[in-house]
C-alpha cells in the first residue's frame, strides 16, 4: 500500500501558473506510475498526466498537453503537476494517484486539492 498528500491547490486567474504537489509514502518499490486526475464541479472524473515510477515517460491528456508538466523528485519521493496557462476550465479538484502495474486499476488515491480559476 502507498499514501498519496496532495498540495498546492488554491486560487489563480487565467493564465496563471500553478504547481500541484504529491507526496508518495509506503511501498513506492511497487509502484508501476503515478498520475493526476481532476473532477470538475458536476463532472466525471478524468485523467490528466501521468508518468512511470521509475522512467520518464509521460503521458497527458489532449486539454493539458503543452501547459501542464508532469514531473518526479525522486529524492523526495513527491510527484508534481506544473501548470501552465490555466484557464477557467481548469478548476476542479487534482487527485493524485498511483498505480501497481500496467494496465491495472489506479488502486491508492490522495484526498484532493482544489484548483479555482477565474477568469
Known amino acids: 500500500q502507498v499514501q498519496l498528500v496532495e498540495s498546492g491547490g488554491g486560487l489563480a486567474q487565467a493564465g496563471d501558473s500553478l504547481t500541484l504537489s504529491c507526496v508518495v509514502s509506503?511501498?513506492?518499490?511497487?509502484?508501476?506510475?503515478v498520475g493526476w486526475f481532476r473532477q470538475a464541479p458536476g463532472k466525471e472524473r478524468e485523467f490528466v498526466a501521468a508518468k512511470l515510477w521509475s522512467g520518464e515517460i509521460t503521458r497527458y491528456s489532449d486539454s493539458v498537453k503543452d501547459r501542464f508538466t508532469i514531473s518526479k523528485d525522486h529524492a523526495q519521493n513527491t510527484v508534481y503537476l506544473q501548470m501552465y496557462a490555466l484557464k477557467p476550465e481548469d478548476t476542479a479538484v487534482y487527485y493524485c494517484a498511483a498505480q501497481g502495474a500496467p494496465r491495472s486499476d489506479w488502486g491508492s488515491w490522495g484526498q484532493g486539492t482544489r484548483v479555482t480559476v477565474s477568469s
Open positions: 509506503g511501498r513506492t518499490f511497487r509502484l508501476y506510475a
